[in-house]
């Protein structure tokens, strides 16, 4: 990608170290040089000059060995515009100007959209979870624990909380999900991250 030598600049960190792009410039980078199909591992061996097994050494881990088809840009979309939604959530967070919860709730939205569609990471239950929160008073919310099943986060007004938890546990836990609510839905409070004391 722009001249930068692959061997080197393997992880998408390295090529924006490399190329000296903020995070916007990255986003539009991917979005100039890649393309939006799938890459297919003999298109990839071309473009790298190289050959499945040099591949393989060089490039894939063992879970994706026996891959054919690799969504490069989606993925690289995704990393790019989450590292950059982590960043605007912590200034809108220091800022904390009069409408700081709406956009700190779209940045949550925005990032489950792209955890969902780019990055693969999410599935139909923990999806229908999300848009149950959202039809439920949530200004956002977003996939957590990495996605593939994991848990859902929440924003919601203080005054609420009360009346969105009983709505999840009407609209979300029926069926086969009944009664696992109580280990499986809580309210808490965003706080600071964890600490190491060294004396």
């Known amino acids: 990608m722009n001249g930068l030598n692959w061997r080197v600049c393997s992880k998408l960190r390295d090529v924006q170290t490399g190329l000296k792009m903020s995070l916007e410039e990255m986003i539009e980078c991917v979005e100039s040089s890649l393309h939006k199909e799938s890459y297919k591992k ?31 840009f ?3 979309s995704h990393v790019f515009s989450e590292a950059l939604r982590v960043l605007e959530f912590k200034k809108t967070c220091d800022d904390a100007g009069g409408d700081a919860l709406v956009q700190l709730g779209e940045l949550m939205n ?18 229908l979870l999300v848009d149950l929160c959202l039809q439920s008073g949530a200004l956002g919310s977003r996939l957590t624990g990495a996605g593939w099943g994991g848990c ?4 919601i007004p203080a005054n609420q909380v009360s009346s969105f938890i009983s709505k999840i ?25 964890a600490f190491i004391y060294t004396c």
């Open 152 to 155: 859902a986060v929440s924003l």
């Open 110 to 127: 925005a990032s489950h959209t792209s955890c969902r569609d780019l990055y693969e990471c999410s599935c139909p239950e923990l999806n």
């Open 74 to 76: 989606q993925r690289a």
């Open 42 to 72: 003999k298109e990839i061996c071309e473009l790298l000059q190289v050959n499945n097994d040099e591949l393989a050494k060089t490039s894939l881990s063992p879970n994706t060995l026996t891959e054919t088809s690799f969504k490069l």
């Open 169 to 193: 546990k009407t609209s979300y836990y029926v069926g086969d999900r009944a009664g696992k609510d109580m280990h499986a839905l809580f309210a808490t409070q965003p706080g600071t991250g």
